[in-house]
């Protein structure tokens, strides 16, 4: 691009006048072609960050959400147990208490007693069977 004139007899060559003038409007065509392609790219690219953003939103909302659930069927589950654990612990303190008063002290040793013995000759019959 040229923008030095041949000087004619009534100014500038209207030729190259023109043709400079041609070259400039290309130039700015070119620049607003490109000013074009950029200002469509950061508005593409502005939508997509938005959808983005939005489309994390949305997934952060359902991972909350299944959290949540997941938490109260997990406490759900949690008071159940501790419902079966009270009740179990209240049957076991009847079946002791009713264990305790079906023997006197007395009736138990001779119990004890008799699984001790009982013991002993197990244990002497597999000596013997080893032996």
Known sequence: MSNSFSIIKKGYSPQE??????????AIDDYKLKE???????VESHIT???IIEEAEIRAFEIEKDALIQLEHLKHELDNTK??????????DVFIDHFKNSFTDN???????????I???ISCSKKNKAG
Do not use: C, P, R, W
């Open 107 to 117: 009736e138990l040793q001779t119990v004890l007693d008799t699984i001790d013995e």
């Open 83 to 92: 419902k079966k654990l009270g009740s179990f612990k209240n049957d076991y």
């Open 17 to 26: 006048v023109d043709d400079f003038i041609m070259e400039l409007e290309h």
């Open 36 to 42: 074009q392609y950029i200002s469509q790219a950061l």
């Open 119 to 121: 013991d002993n000759i």
């Open 49 to 51: 960050s938005k959808q």
